[in-house]
Each structure stands twice: as structure tokens, then as C-alpha cells.
């Protein structure tokens, strides 16, 4: 039996099916309110129905649940570990907290429409799309969320589920809640590009991602253009993640020769699609022993936990997931040579899974992510990008109805084929219509059917077959041709053999014999943004066994470039080219002189900085950069011939280049060739209308991004266009803090800065003095040209108490906390009236190992100037904790605060956990009854531990008087109330609950029922909590249930696992885990680790000596 199934197109002006999803909360039912989308405008229609492309933009209507306000206080978060790499957020202002509550929004909307397929695009959220819908089957085949439901998952707070997203230059993409620059592209072929482009917000890269749709094939393209406009070297990557609507019967596929998955970082692997071992505590194979089919890990329904894999290796493409229940689903195809990147992630379908689902949707239900990585192949795993180097690639995605998953895949068509024993199903998808495929079933050599259907996209081709004999599907052959080009075929091809590599910790700096091995760990360090390791101490190493090592100096040279250290960045590389030249004065790379001379161009050393410039452009790598600097040096000196010259050759180094042909027209201007200019430029911008500094020069620049205008100021100004310069500065100026930050008060000194070299010193003095009036709200200072203005205001004016406090800030930033208490407490001397400046003179007092009581002091006038600020009473509260402060004491400087301060819900933590420390425990669970909380991602498990403390405190006053409500208390935590915002990880134990649950069955007269929950509260080990665990002071209940079974030598295992922790962090470092992925603690204070780690050790040896005084005294009562 065979069949080409063609259903008809359906209309768009009307929710689609499924969106009206419910869900029940506390009884009530909630209707999520569907996205309705817009009809075409008629002229659109037309094309649609011409067999063309649609594209218009028409506002969307989206019930909205809204952020907070970002904070007002910069975060310097080094040792955040987030999605496995740095956490580091600055000069991102951070966003903790999603207001309640959802109203209806316009959201800015491009939609992208053919037959087949409608694309609804969301500029105002980094460019994602947001809609993917298959109108041949009435399918979303990317996840619709009708709901913008952010929840604390992003890089900078929120984040939304649903759609594809583009992450780069890191994971979660920091501006994926930020709009981006857009423009809709229309090519003679008929074929339409919507284009989004923006600087991303930490390094300053520009990343151009263009979503495309032709008329005659069922096509999504996506191109990408991604271009380092930085002075030296960057690492990235770029992962295109898809998410998918998951249920019991959503299925995700690999190409069938992936038999391994690793884990982030390569830190755990195992077998696909069945787990042939625990992977993420989960032990896989002890499911599938219990019920058949649970080890399979492509299957969203049996992954129990929040989870992620990578594939480690294929000869093929594609990848994709298929919703068996729709009979529908996707591909996505890229040229594996450089999109090696296959993933998937959930949350997975249990409590906590759940709980996330309730945070990102309000009916849509779960989903996975399909994600799609380029020049990456893992979480962390980063590229580089050299100074000028643009990367171009594209990706595609395409619906696929009623094949199954797809076993093989390509740009033309899918191919899906079961094999049962004797029967086989075959389905053949196509992107674009054809009359007649000729589609040929091979067993080894021999036919066994062929076909020519009509077919496309939305009609596929499908037939079932028996076969004479059994067969498996790696017998078969199929081979989907059209006339002499091939579409696509199936052949069976061998996976790779044996396990996969793992990845390890590596050794400690001293531990490492080779410098070699030294130089190479840090900048593996370097390129994974690694959060919790430091690279400079294995620089460092190596230059004291060999103070000569050229490539330690240069990699020292570039951490201290980032810390502003120029001097000292000269010093390193001074010695790099000692040893490099001393045999051979050509060394095979310039990236030593391209950085001197950066180096010398900002300490004013042009001489010598154009003499670097050149030596550079001898490697053809850099010649683009080189090239550059040696055409702003040219206009700096008013040599614009020359600079005309050095452009030429950047242009001809990259003609794409936008920052060589902005240099090419300045000189051009300079020389008076106007004409010439204006040519240029045209051409320029017609290839490339969102590159801002074309724009700017065009005077058409007007980005969504504000900080954009000062960083184009920057650069006109060293390119020699100081007019445009000061007039873009002027604007920037002019700018409002908002979600992007605040350039204003920079953008003023800059606006001096340029005045100054104008020789206008009336207009920089009017510049600065309108600098020190501006907002200072969410003014976050980054870079070296920010760091260049506050300099030259600072020579300027040394007693300006606001560039001092903004010195300080982008000082903590660099890492240069002690240079940074100077800068703070030259502001406060200044008489600065600024929270922000008095609460990160705290923090850097703290850093630093200063006087926490001059820290606290500052803090106190911190809240004085900003009495109602809810982060300063939390970080004031840690501080307390810091320095060792009574729960006594700390709980009425919380209460004094006012209800207002616990809005945050670290605060509110604290408070519940002080309440309990002060023996109020009734009020602790009372202030948690009816407070909904809102975890950042990986940080689950803060509530619900205050919850169960408070429960178990509580539960304790009762025992003695009323042993059943003791019961009754301890019975209805078990399952964590939804307002709480987490759910139980099955790994976490909760042995002390169930420890008092025994005690207050058995004060019951319930021995049976006391048993069964002393044997719940033991069995802390089982399928779903497989992994290993470090030990910490819960594990002693687990021994308390031991003695209460009378298991008196299991007990002991415990209270011995217990000494043994103790003794590892009584006798090393216990330093965050290497391979952690998500530790969203925002880490403010480097505290006494040592002192930490004694702190636990001591409590744990205290639970071990109580624990076995309880089973001595157990045992005696035994005897008695």
C-alpha cells in the first residue's frame, strides 16, 4: 500500500489548533488566551497565492507577564557559573524578579509567510522566531507559546520558552530579552530575508542572523553573519535552539550512526538512543529492567530530571523531532564541517520539569529544545573570532508530515522507514513540489519496489510493505532520485568505534610538568570562559619556570589588555619578542606586534605604535586590523593620503568589511573627494543597510540599541571623523537608562573627551559639567574607550567626584579591586551622594580583605540615600553573615527594612531561615504560605530546604502535645506547594521529614506507618537517584533512620561517610566543581573559604558523634 497525501492550506486569521490549552491551579481553571495572527494585507495575500512570498509587519497581541525594573546596582559576578561558562553579566543591567500578573501587549511582529509555511518573527526579543507553523497539517512544528512568561533563566534575568532562539556569543544569547535593528530584504527571485542585527551587549561582536522564505520550497534559511569589531581576538559560539512541543509521544532523532552522548563539557557520557548507564543520577538501565523501552532517552516522557546531551559524533547533517501523536514534526540541516552541534534539552517530566512549566507557560505545557550548533559542539564550547573576521554560515529547517522520524535527510527531502521483522513502512518528505520521484527499495542489491509519486511539501509520500523474509532496517537501501539527481538516500553506514573521550579536571598549576601542558590549560581556560578557574596562575607558572616563554607573556599581555593594564601589557610582550626574535626577527604570527601596537596607539606612542601597525600586517591573518591601525594613525597625524592608502589595503584585505570601508570614506571626505565617498558608501550600505558605523557615517544610524551610538562615536573618532563623532556623542548623551544600560553620563565625558581634542576646552568643560548632572541610573562603564573618557575627565578635573565613582566601577569590573577602593573613596570624598558608588565601595572593601566594619558602615549609607532598596538590605544581611552576626541580630535589621525589602526572593530565604534559627518557625511557614517565588535556573532547592526546616522546627514543638498535627504538618509538605515556584529533584533527600514522620506515626501509636516512613527516609538511593552526591549534614537523618530501623551498621556507614567528608575539607580546597554548569548564586563577597570549609567540617563531625551517641543509646535500650 502507497499513498501521496495532500491536505489543503489553511488560513491564518484564526487561533490555531491546540492553543487553547488549560490548565488547573488549586481547582480553578485557566484558559490560556491563544495568539491570534493577522490575515495578509491584500497585496501580500497575492503573493501567497501566486505561488510567491509574504512578508509584512503588523503588531502582535500577546498576554504579557512583564520583568521587574533592572537593578540599579552593577553586579560583578566572576564566579557565577552559568550554563557551564562564565556568569559574568556586567554591563548588562540584571533583572531578578518577574512582576505577577499578565496584560495584554503589541509586540512588534514581522511575519514571513509562503504556501506552506508561516514564520512569525519578534524583533523586540532578540530576533527570535517565535512562531513556525506548518499550515498543510494545522501543526506548529516549533513550539508556540501564547504567553510571553519570562521566567530567571537568561544570561541577564529573563527569558522566554518557545520558538527558536539564537544564542550567541554564548549560551542564552545575554541580549535574548533586548530588541535588535531589522530590515526586510525582498530578492528578484522572489525569495524574502527578514534581517536582525546588534551588537551584543558584553564584548561588542556583531552578530546579523537573516531568516529567509522562497516561494517554491518549504525552505527555512537561516543566514548568519557574525563579525568580531573588537581590537583583538574573541571566542564564541552559536547555537540555534529550537523548542518543540513534548508529550508522551514526542520523539527527538539523530542520525542513526550516533551511538554516544555527552554531557556539558564532555564531564559524563552514555550510549543513545538507549542510556547503557546512570546519566544525571538517573540509572536508565535499572528502568528499562522494570519497564521496556524506559532507557530511551530520545523519548521527552522518559527523562525524569532536567537533562541535556550532545551528540559526540556523525557522518551526517541532519537532526530533528517528530510529534508521533500529529503525525508531523522538523529537520534541521547544516554542513556538519562546521555545525557539529546536535542537542537536546528538557526539563523533564517530573516535579521539577513540571514546576518550570508553570514558570515559562500558562497552559502551553512542556517542551524540548532542539538545539542546532555551529562551530560548536558542546556547552561550553567556544571558537575564536581574530580582530575583523566575519564568519558567515547558514542553517536550514523544513516540517516533515507523516514519515516518521527521519532515519536520513537532506536540503530536497527526508526519508523515514520502520522496519519490523517482515514488515516495513516508508515515508519520503520533499521541501519543493515535483510531479514524479522515483523512489527505489533495495535489499543489498536486489529491488523490491519502486515508486514515482507526485509529491511536496505538506503531500508525502507513504507506503507499507512486507517483505519475503525478516530483514533489519541497515538491509535496506533507499534512493529518492529525480531524473539524474539524487534527493536523497538511505545507506547504513558504521558508527565510529569504541567510547568517546571524557573530558577531566585538569591539575593545579604546580602539578603540571610541561609548560606546554601550563600555556595550553590556560587558554582552554581562556576560550571556555571558564567561571571558576583561573587562567593567569598557569601564565604564570610557566613564565616563573621561564620568564621568556613567548606564548605565556602573550596571553598575560591580553589579560592585562582587558584589564586596561597597557603598561604592563607592553612589559609582557617586550619579552615575548625578545625570545621570538631572537634567532628569526619574522615570526610565523604578528598577534604580538598587532597588540603592541594597540597598545602604543592608546598611550599615545604613534611613533611606535605605527612601527607595530606594520610589522602585523607581514601576517596576512591580521591583515585587516593592521591595516586599520595604520589608517588611524595616518588621520590622527593629518596624513590622509596615507590613511587613504592603509584603507585601501584593509578594503582589500576584506572588502565586506564595513569598518575598512568606513575608513576608505573618511579619507576619501578628508581628501575632498566627495563624490568618491558617496559611492562607496552607497555601495556599502546597500549590501549591508544595518551596519551602524555605514549608518553612521550616512548620519542615518538610529539603533535599538543606544549604547550603540557611543561605541560608533568611539570609532569615528579614531578613524579620523570627528564632526560625526561629537555629534553622535551629543546624542548618546541625550540617552534614558533602560534595558540596554545607560550611556549618557559616558557618552558625555566622551563628548569632553572630543571637545578637548577639538581644542574646544569651553565646550569640554560644558560637556563634563553636564556629565556629572546626568542620571546616573544603570551608568555601567565598559571597555577602554569608557575607561580612556574617565581618564581624560580625571586629568581633567581630578576632584570629580562622579568620574571617580564610574572609574571605580569599570575598575571592580576589570578585576582591579584595590586600584577601585581608591577611585570609590575618592568619590565619597568628593561628597558623591550616589548609592551605588557607597555599596560597591562596600563591596570592594570586603574583596579586598578590608575592614568589614567600614564595609558595613557604607552599606549603611548606601540604604540612607536609598532607604527603600531591597538589594542593599540583602547584600548588608549577607555581609552580617560574613562577619559572623547572631541570627538575633540580623533578623531585626531585616524586619526594620519594611515588608517592601522582601519582595527578593534571596532576602526572603534569609528571613524564613532566621525566623527558624530564632525558634519562630510557625511564622516561617507562615510568611511561605502565601509567597510565590521565582528560582533562577540550576538554583532550585533554596525554597523548598527553607520549607522542610521550617516544617521539621515546626513539627518538633508539636510532637510533645499533639503528635497527629506534627503528622499532619510533616504529611502535607511532602508534595511542595506550587506556590513555592520548584519541585522535588528526586536525588535531593528528605530524610528528616519523613525521620519525624516515623516519630510522629509511632507518638501515634502507628508502628507499621512509622517504619514504612523511616524506611522512606533510609532509601535515599534508587533509580532516580543513581548519581554520586557530595555528602553534607542532611545525610545525617539518613542515619537516624538507620537507628531507628535498628540497622545500627548501616548507621555507622553513615556517620563514617560523614568523618571522611570532614577530612577532605579539613585537608584541601573545596573549590566549586570544575564541570558545574549552573550555579546562578550571584556570588558578591570573596569570603574566608578556609574559614567556610572548617565551618562544615565542624558540623559534620558534630552530626557524626550525635549520630553515634543516638545509636549507642539505641542499642542499650535495646539490651534492656
Not at 581618564?791 to 571617580?804: E, G, I, Y
Not at 531585616?894 to 526572593?905: C, F, K, W
Not at 530501623?1045 to 570544575?1074: F, I, K, P, T
Request: with cysteine.
Amino acid at each position: 500500500m502507497a499513498r501521496a497525501s495532500k491536505r489543503p492550506c489553511r488560513t491564518l486569521d484564526r487561533p490555531c489548533a491546540g492553543a487553547h490549552a488549560r490548565r488547573t491551579v488549586d481547582g480553578v481553571t485557566d484558559l490560556n488566551h491563544p495568539i491570534v495572527l493577522p490575515e495578509a494585507p491584500a497585496a501580500e495575500r497575492a503573493a501567497i497565492e501566486a505561488g510567491g512570498v509574504a512578508c509584512w509587519e503588523a503588531p502582535l497581541t500577546i498576554d504579557t507577564y512583564e520583568p521587574a525594573e533592572p537593578d540599579r546596582y552593577p553586579l560583578f559576578l566572576e564566579r557565577r557559573v552559568y550554563q557551564g561558562s562564565s556568569g559574568k553579566v556586567y554591563p548588562i543591567p540584571f533583572t531578578d524578579r518577574i512582576l505577577p500578573g499578565r496584560t495584554p501587549r503589541a509586540w512588534r511582529a514581522i511575519h514571513l509567510e509562503n504556501r506552506w509555511i508561516r514564520l512569525v518573527l519578534l524583533p523586540e526579543l532578540g530576533g527570535r522566531i517565535h512562531i513556525g507553523y506548518d499550515k498543510t497539517r494545522d501543526f506548529d512544528f516549533f513550539y508556540r507559546n501564547n504567553v510571553i512568561k519570562p521566567a530567571l533563566v537568561g544570561l541577564a534575568g529573563p527569558w522566554i520558552s518557545g520558538g527558536v532562539e539564537f544564542n550567541w556569543p554564548q549560551h542564552h544569547r545575554p541580549a535574548t530579552y533586548l530588541p535588535v535593528d531589522t530590515r526586510i530584504e525582498r530578492d528578484e527571485d522572489g525569495s524574502v530575508t527578514v534581517w536582525h542585527s546588534d551588537l551584543d551587549p558584553l564584548q561588542r561582536m556583531r552578530g546579523t542572523h537573516g531568516i529567509r522564505l522562497r516561494g517554491d520550497s518549504a525552505l527555512i534559511e537561516l543566514e548568519a553573519r557574525l563579525v568580531n569589531r573588537t581590537d583583538v581576538s574573541q571566542t564564541f559560539l552559536w547555537w540555534a535552539n529550537v523548542a518543540a512541543h513534548a508529550h508522551d509521544r514526542y520523539q527527538s532523532f539523530f542520525p542513526t550512526d550516533v551511538r554516544y552522548v555527552a554531557d556539558h563539557a564532555r564531564r559524563a557520557i552514555t550510549a543513545f538512543p538507549a542510556a547503557d548507564r546512570p546519566y544525571y543520577g538517573v540509572d536508565y538501565p535499572a528502568l528499562a529492567a522494570e519497564r521496556p523501552g524506559a532507557d530511551r532517552i530520545d523519548v521527552y516522557a522518559n527523562i525524569p530530571v532536567p537533562t541535556s546531551y550532545m551528540i559526540t559524533d556523525t557522518a551526517d547533517d541532519f537532526f530533528g523531532g517528530y510529534d508521533h501523536r500529529a503525525g508531523a514534526g522538523f529537520v534541521h540541516w547544516a554542513d556538519r564541517a562546521i555545525a557539529p552541534g546536535k542537542k537536546q534539552w528538557t526539563w523533564g517530566d517530573g516535579d521539577v520539569g513540571h514546576a518550570w512549566d508553570r514558570h515559562l507557560t500558562d497552559g502551553d505545557g512542556p517542551y524540548v529544545e532542539l538545539m542546532a550548533g555551529v562551530f560548536t559542539d558542546n556547552q561550553p564550547d567556544f571558537s575564536w573570532l581574530l580582530p575583523g573576521e566575519t564568519r558567515t554560515f547558514r542553517q536550514y529547517w523544513y516540517p516533515i508530515q507523516d514519515i516518521g522520524p527521519a532515519v536520513q535527510a537532506t536540503l530536497d527531502a527526508a526519508i523515514g522507514l520502520e522496519v519490523d521483522g517482515c514488515r516495513v513502512r516508508l515515508g519520503v518528505a520533499t521541501t519543493a513540489e515535483h510531479t514524479a520521484v522515483h523512489v527505489v527499495l533495495q535489499r543489498g542489491d536486489a529491488p523490491v519496489r519502486e515508486w514515482t509519486p507526485a509529491i511536496g511539501p505538506g503531500g508525502p509520500f507513504v507506503a507499507e510493505l512486507e517483505l519475503e523474509s525478516p530483514a533489519s532496517r541497515d538491509d535496506l537501501t533507499v534512493v529518492v532520485s529525480l531524473g539524474d539527481r539524487e534527493l536523497v538516500a538511505w545507506r547504513a553506514h558504521p558508527a565510529p568505534a569504541g567510547e568517546p573521550w571524557v573530558a577531566t579536571e585538569p591539575p593545579a598549576p604546580g602539578e603540571i610538568e610541561s609548560a606546554d601542558e601550563l600555556v595550553l590549560t590556560g587558554l582552554h581556560l581562556v576560550q571556555y570562559r571558564h567561571p571558576t578557574r583561573a587562567a593567569e596562575p598557569y601564565f604564570a607558572e610557566a613564565v616563573a619556570r621561564d620568564p621568556g616563554d613567548s606564548r605565556a607573556r602573550l596571553a598575560l599581555a591580553r589579560l592585562a589588555w582587558d584589564r586596561g593594564e597597557l603598561e604592563v601589557v607592553l612589559d609582557h610582550l617586550d619579552r615575548a619578542v625578545e625570545r621570538l626574535t631572537r634567532r628569526n626577527l619574522n615570526p610565523e604570527r604578528g598577534d604580538m606586534h598587532l597588540l603592541r601596537g594597540l597598545a602604543f596607539e592608546r598611550l599615545g606612542r604613534l611613533g611606535d605604535a605605527a612601527a607595530a601597525f606594520g610589522k602585523a600586517a607581514w601576517d596576512g591573518a591580521l591583515a585587516l586590523p593592521a591595516a586599520l591601525g595604520r589608517a588611524r594613525l595616518a588621520m590622527r597625524t593629518g596624513d590622509t593620503a596615507g590613511a587613504l592608502s592603509f584603507a585601501g589595503a584593509a578594503v582589500r584585505a576584506d572588502p565586506a568589511s564595513g569598518q575598512a570601508i568606513a575608513a576608505r570614506v573618511i579619507a576619501l571626505r578628508a581628501l575632498g573627494r566627495d563624490a568618491a565617498a558617496s559611492d562607496a558608501l552607497a555601495a556599502a550600505r546597500a549590501a549591508d543597510p544595518l551596519d551602524p558605523l555605514l549608518a553612521a557615517l550616512d548620519d542615518a544610524l538610529a539603533p535599538a540599541d543606544p549604547r550603540t551610538l557611543l561605541t560608533m562615536a568611539h570609532e569615528l573618532h579614531r578613524l579620523g571623523d570627528a564632526e560625526r563623532a561629537i555629534g553622535l556623542s551629543r546624542r548618546a548623551a541625550e540617552s534614558a537608562p533602560g534595558p540596554f544600560g545607560n550611556p549618557g553620563p559616558l557618552a558625555g565625558y566622551a563628548l569632553a573627551a572630543f571637545l578637548d581634542d577639538a581644542g574646544d576646552g569651553e565646550g569640554a568643560r560644558a560637556a563634563r559639567a553636564d556629565a556629572r548632572r546626568a542620571d546616573p541610573r544603570l551608568a555601567f562603564p565598559s571597555g577602554l574607550d569608557d575607561l580612556g573618557v574617565l581618564d581624560a575627565a580625571l586629568a581633567a578635573d581630578p576632584s570629580d567626584a562622579r568620574a571617580n565613582g564610574y572609574l571605580g566601577c569599570w575598575l571592580l569590573d576589570a578585576g582591579r579591586v584595590h586600584d577601585a577602593i581608591v577611585a570609590l573613596e575618592a568619590s565619597i570624598t568628593g561628597g558623591v551622594g550616589d548609592p551605588v558608588v557607597w555599596r560597591n565601595a562596600a563591596v570592594a572593601l570586603v574583596n579586598t580583605g578590608g575592614d568589614p566594619v567600614a564595609a558595613d558602615a557604607r552599606y549603611a549609607r548606601a540604604i540612607e540615600l536609598a532607604p527603600d532598596d531591597a538589594r542593599l538590605v540583602y547584600e548588608r544581611d549577607q555581609l552580617s553573615a560574613v562577619r559572623g552576626a547572631r541570627p538575633e541580630d540580623r533578623l531585626p535589621a531585616i524586619e526594620r527594612s519594611g515588608a517592601g525589602a522582601l519582595v527578593r526572593d534571596d532576602l526572603a530565604i534569609e528571613y524564613a531561615g532566621l525566623l527558624v534559627d530564632v525558634d519562630r518557625p510557625d511564622d516561617a511557614l507562615a510568611f511561605l504560605g502565601d509567597r510565590e517565588f521565582q528560582p533562577f535556573e540550576g538554583g532550585e532547592g533554596r525554597v523548598i530546604a527553607a520549607f522542610d526546616r521550617a516544617s521539621a522546627a515546626l513539627a518538633r514543638r508539636l510532637m510533645a502535645a499533639d503528635p497527629a498535627a506534627a503528622r499532619d504538618l510533616l504529611t502535607s509538605g511532602i508534595r511542595v506547594p506550587e506556590h513555592l515556584g520548584e519541585g522535588r529533584h528526586p536525588a535531593d533527600p528528605v530524610a528528616e521529614r519523613f525521620v519525624l514522620l516515623g516519630d510522629a506515626e509511632l507518638a501515634c501509636g502507628e508502628r507499621d506507618a512509622a517504619e514504612a516512613a523511616w524506611r522512606r527516609a533510609r532509601d535515599v538511593h534508587g533509580p532516580l537517584a543513581a548519581g554520586t552526591r557530595v555528602v553534607d549534614d542532611r545525610d545525617a537523618w539518613v542515619g537516624v533512620a538507620h537507628v531507628r530501623l535498628g540497622e545500627h551498621d548501616d548507621a555507622e556507614r553513615v556517620w563514617a561517610s560523614l568523618d571522611a567528608r570532614a577530612a577532605e575539607l579539613e585537608a584541601s580546597a573545596d573549590r566549586v566543581d570544575y564541570f558545574a554548569t549552573s550555579l546562578p548564586e550571584l556570588l558578591l563577597f570573596s569570603i574566608d573559604t578556609a574559614e567556610r570549609r572548617a565551618d562544615d567540617a565542624r558540623r559534620l563531625r558534630e552530626a557524626a558523634a550525635r549520630g553515634r551517641l543516638l545509636s549507642t543509646a539505641n542499642v542499650e535500650e535495646a539490651r534492656a
